[in-house]
Nanobody, 124 residues
């Protein structure tokens, strides 16, 4: 069982930065692969970034490459999403999710646990 709590969302201007945090509870944090997803009204959740349980690999949606960075701190049981160069089209609710797949998965149905989400709004 894993519980996830996101924080760090807010309102920023175009070009600004935010750092999202995902605090995880439960044992064996280091065995979980994590993903960040976004969702806008009326649309399905979309993969943004993922971090393999080993910490050895990450993956990103093309639209955020070079702007967003996913990282994890196993000692703190936390996963982060550093978001730089934000654009209005990044506006969404962002979710942290955990899976025990041995590869980073981009399909939200492959994830077992989800946080409650945090709103990110980028004004033009």
């Amino acid at each position: 069982q894993v519980q996830l709590v996101e924080s760090g969302g807010g309102l920023v201007h175009t070009g600004g930065s935010l750092r999202l945090s995902c605090a995880a509870s439960g044992r064996t944090f280091g065995s979980w692969t994590f993903g960040w997803f976004l969702q806008t009204p009326g649309r399905v959740r979309e993969f943004v970034a993922g971090s393999h349980w080993s910490g050895a690999s990450t993956d990103y949606q093309d639209s955020v490459k070079g702007r967003f960075t996913i990282s994890r701190d196993n000692a703190k049981s936390a996963v982060y999403l550093q978001m730089n160069g934000l654009k209005p089209e990044d506006t969404a609710v962002y979710y942290c999710a955990a899976t025990q797949y041995d590869r980073i998965r981009i399909n939200p149905s492959d994830y077992d646990y989800w946080g409650q989400g945090t709103q990110v709004t980028v004004s033009s």
